[in-house]
């Protein structure tokens, strides 16, 4: 079978179809940008609207849509602003882990948006390469302290609380508990990766090795502070060999750092206040 023919029948797919209306209603909404108002009872199509959604099926499917796929799309943005609103009017968006979750998933989607489609030189990926020789050479092993906390700030009022502490005091008790393991003698890599993520992975990355207590590094249980006792690189293949290693590397760092970037920029505008 050609490649033409299996793209083909990928489209003939229903799920394919039902993730591409999706994706064109998400493109447009947040190509409009505009508050919505649960109390209006006027749903407007304006002709731009109509050329933006026109714009993105063509954009996915390679080919302009047919009238009666364009309609299809408008009576998608139709029913999903429909029932948005009926959900902003009975309240459903207020107190609701899953929709919290997907507002505060759609504010980092938006912090990230420009490093996804940035084109990095190459002289900027060679100095990426040379500055994080351990991220390309599988070899690497690591040995370090790791303690847990579920909340940011408890992390950092932690990690100050370790550093404070007198040799040969127990660390290890300030630490939440999480099944994971608190020290690591000479864990290679790919050990690391599998057991604690690759978000804590590329903070430990960023890492140097002290003797001090550092982060706090985030992971996808939380928040842990790292005392990185030390790094053994292994070797590292030539720069032309892995480029497409970096750069993906490179992204991927490029895109958590103006994430956290733009919550720490946010963040500064609150005051916390936790009850005892």
């Known amino acids: 079978m050609s490649v ?16 591409i209306g999706g994706l064109l209603i998400y493109a447009l909404f947040a190509w409009r940008g505009e508050p919505v108002d649960p109390a209006s009872r006027t749903i ?42 009926e959900a902003l009017r009975l309240g459903l968006d207020g107190n609701d882990g899953v929709v919290r979750r997907r507002l505060s998933q759609k504010m980092d989607l938006l912090a990230a948006a420009q490093a996804e489609t940035a084109q990095p030189t190459d002289e900027t990926l060679q100095e990426w390469y040379e500055a994080h020789p351990e991220r390309f050479a599988d070899t690497s092993r690591y040995t370090l302290d790791q303690t847990f906390q579920s909340d940011l700030d408890e992390a950092k009022a932690q990690i100050a609380a370790l550093n404070a502490m007198a040799a040969g005091d127990d660390w290890n008790t300030l630490s939440e508990p999480i099944s994971l393991p608190a020290s690591l003698s000479q864990m290679p890599r790919k050990e690391v990766l599998d057991r604690f993520g690759e978000q804590f992975l590329a903070g430990i990355d960023a890492l140097k090795p002290r003797e001090l207590w550092q982060g706090p590094v985030r992971s996808g249980f939380g928040f842990h502070g790292v005392r990185l006792r030390a790094v053994e690189v292994g070797e590292v293949p030539p720069f032309e060999e892995v480029r497409s290693k970096v750069e993906n590397d490179w992204r991927t760092a490029t895109i958590a750092e103006r994430k956290e970037r733009g919550y720490a920029i946010l963040r500064e505008a609150y005051t916390v206040e936790i009850a005892e």
């Open 4 to 19: 033409s023919d299996k793209v083909r029948d990928w489209l003939k797919e229903p799920l394919v179809h039902f993730l």
């Open 44 to 85: 407007e199509i304006s002709r731009s609207d109509r050329a933006q959604l026109s714009l993105g099926f063509e954009r996915m499917m390679g080919r302009s849509p047919t009238d009666a796929e364009l309609d299809n799309q408008v009576q998608r943005f139709v029913r999903e602003e429909v029932l948005y609103r």
